[in-house]
């Protein structure tokens, strides 16, 4: 069953428009529309604390707010806030704009490669159209996703993006609401879903006016933001109702093709139908509807593979979960780290239980934690977990914002993205990755209050203090801190820059077209830990998929990894003959030549002699 959409203003036939707020704590409710003629329109009070009202000569971009009592406020169910978060708002028609996806059927998850991209640093314009031009680049990549950082309305000209306070509103900063369509329709005609991060658990604390309206957050818990959202307590209906009715929106109105959901660790919901199965529930249904997938992929730091186990089997129904443990693990072991979460990694067995079944932590002791962390994830599918070598996080929480590019050596970085771009789960790429991009990627704000600007100010820097990075923290509020997080896309023309694209596009080539890589599973995967940390991972068809037809065996590959900078000699049990289809070292990469063999014939001894950083990728014949 379709769910009607009747939250904020909506434009009608013959120039009226309806509006519809809930203010549950006001005894008198208007709109005040701005434009000439001014006036005050009351609304009419309806059942649950909604108030609303159709008004006559009401045209697409009227300015408006709502009165509530004796003050006003901008609509919490704003479509678009041309002045900014304490500006009026203003009405927008989304049934305007002409698609040309009318034969967009989606990307289906196991299929999904993700690039992770913010706006405002994407291109030197940082708008959603400057995207477009890219968007063949991605494809050329190999990826299937574009996945943007919240793009809900936020204070000033720069953000993360998780200080948004008006969910429904496209920032300003990035253009107006015909420009995200834009850019869908884009990604959409050249095979590319548009996923958005969405941030339901907080609102940021500048031009916030959901306390003014209704009891959207509640003291009886507390998350690192404040008082968490109410979910489960008094009214708690109408706030899950303005959360799933905003998702909805994003698909109805903007073709958006799914949601990563922050941090659903801080949803703090003790109501019998959770208010992530509610959310995952209504989204698949409006999938459904309209005959194409809605992902609903969420971050979560618990190692809970309850989120996405089917509700019938105790589960809240989510399509896929961020796995943090295969990242945590693999740059505990590349860079040594050990400060903060990396204590409890760093060893390559931590490496091989993630690449293994998901998580490394599945109800072991954390001493990050000093408690059991984790549950196992059993039966659970590989297209459920989505992996990285880097993210936003993993780089922009680090107090100079380094990139891998700059941290690791060139033949380990290239050895890393092997370990996860042919791993069986769902790779996301942090924007730039691809070619080694080398410019930070901080934390960046344009607060308008300069106590909560110091406030951020002392926040980052006692976050960094488990990690030792000191105190040397750049400025969120300065400008240039933006500036220096912008990509440098020209750097892509240089050869050793090339050189890395180039490998990023044969590895998910291969991902996308080998039989034995092209259909995730766990139970087709044998992961190895043959000595001192070399890593072998073998993956094979399904007999069905195998190739050539008619050939009595699996097809089958071999990704062996020394993830050490210094050599390694093993042996493996390899049955059979195989070739190598790449050696991560050869010149056209950036390497200095191959070293590994061309060929391998197999016994229960094969020896192999690995420079420091090889990596190799084998398929038996």
């Known amino acids: 069953m379709s769910r009607e959409l009747t939250l904020g203003a909506r434009p009608l036939d013959g120039g009226c428009c309806a509006f519809r707020v809930w203010a549950p704590r006001a005894q008198q409710v208007a709109v005040h529309l701005l434009d000439p003629p001014d006036r005050l329109v009351p609304l009419a009070p309806e059942a649950r604390g909604y108030h609303a009202a159709v008004v006559d000569d009401v045209l697409p971009g009227a300015r408006y707010r709502y009165r509530l009592d004796d003050a006003e406020y901008p609509d919490p169910a704003s479509r678009w806030q041309p002045e900014g978060v304490h500006g009026p708002s203003a009405v927008v028609d989304p049934t305007a704009f002409v698609w040309s996806d009318g034969g967009w059927g989606g990307v289906p998850l196991e299929a999904l490669v993700l690039y992770e991209l913010h706006v405002g640093t994407g291109t030197p314009a940082g708008t959603f159209t400057a995207l477009i031009p890219t968007l063949d680049h991605l494809r050329r990549l190999g990826v299937t996703v574009l996945e943007l950082m919240p793009v809900a309305q936020f204070p000033g000209r720069r953000n993360w993006g998780y200080d948004g306070v008006f969910p429904f509103a496209p920032a300003q900063a990035y253009g107006e609401p015909d420009d995200l369509r834009r850019l869908v329709d884009a990604c959409h005609a050249r095979g590319l879903a548009l996923v958005l991060d969405v941030v339901y658990n907080h609102l940021g604390p500048e031009g916030n006016v959901l306390p003014h309206f209704g009891p959207y957050f509640t003291d009886r818990y507390r998350t690192p933001w404040g008082e968490a959202v109410n979910l ?12 799933v009715e905003n998702a909805l929106a994003w698909v109805r109105e903007y073709h958006i093709d799914g949601f990563r959901l922050d941090a659903v660790h801080a949803f703090l919901d003790r109501a019998p139908y959770p208010f992530l199965e509610e959310l995952a529930d209504a989204l698949h249904a409006e999938g459904a509807r309209l005959g194409r997938p809605v992902h609903v992929i969420a971050e979560d730091e618990r190692n809970d593979p309850r989120l996405v186990r089917p509700p019938a089997l105790g589960g809240m129904g989510l399509d896929a979960v961020w796995s943090d443990d295969l990242h945590h693990a693999l740059h505990a ?3 040594g780290e050990r400060h903060g979460y990396y204590q409890d990694y760093g060893a390559p067995a931590h ?9 490394t932590y599945t109800g072991e002791y954390s001493a990050y934690r000093r408690r059991r962390h984790g549950r ?3 039966g659970v599918e590989a297209h459920r977990f989505v992996v990285c070598l880097q993210n936003h996080d993993q780089v922009g929480n680090r107090a100079a914002g380094e990139r891998l590019a700059t941290l690791l050596p060139p033949d380990a970085l290239r050895a890393a993205a092997a370990v996860v771009l042919l791993a069986p789960f769902l790779p996301l790429l942090v924007m730039g990755e691809e070619y080694g991009e080398v410019a930070p990627f901080l934390y960046f704000t344009e607060h308008g209050d ?3 600007a110091e406030a951020v100010r002392r926040g980052r820097r006692a976050e960094f203090a488990a990690f030792g990075w000191g105190e040397a923290v750049p400025d969120p509020q300065a400008e240039e801190t933006f500036r220096r997080s912008c990509l440098q896309r020209e750097r892509m023309g240089e050869p050793h820059h090339a050189a890395l694209l180039a490998y990023y596009r044969t590895l998910l080539r291969l991902r996308r077209t080998h039989p034995a890589l092209r259909r995730p599973a766990l139970e087709r995967q044998q992961v190895v830990l043959p000595g001192g940390s070399v890593l072998a991972v073998r993956r ?3 007999e069905e998929e195998s190739a050539p037809p008619g050939a009595g065996r699996r097809a089958e590959i071999c990704l062996v990894v020394n993830l050490a900078p210094r050599p390694e000699q093993v042996t493996l049990a390899l049955p059979g003959r195989w070739r190598r289809l790449l050696d991560a070292g050869e010149a056209r990469w950036g390497g200095e030549g191959a070293t590994a063999p061309d060929r391998l014939i197999g016994g229960e001894a094969v020896r192999l002699d690995l420079p420091p950083w090889a990596c190799a990728l084998y398929e038996r014949e």
């Open 450 to 452: 300069p106590a909560l």
């Open 333 to 335: 072991l590349l860079t």
């Open 351 to 359: 490496l091989a239980r993630a690449l293994a079944c998901g998580y």
């Open 232 to 243: 489960d307590g008094p009214d708690s209906d109408e706030v899950r109702r303005f959360f």
């Open 540 to 542: 094979w068809a399904a």
């Open 376 to 378: 196992p994830p059993a």
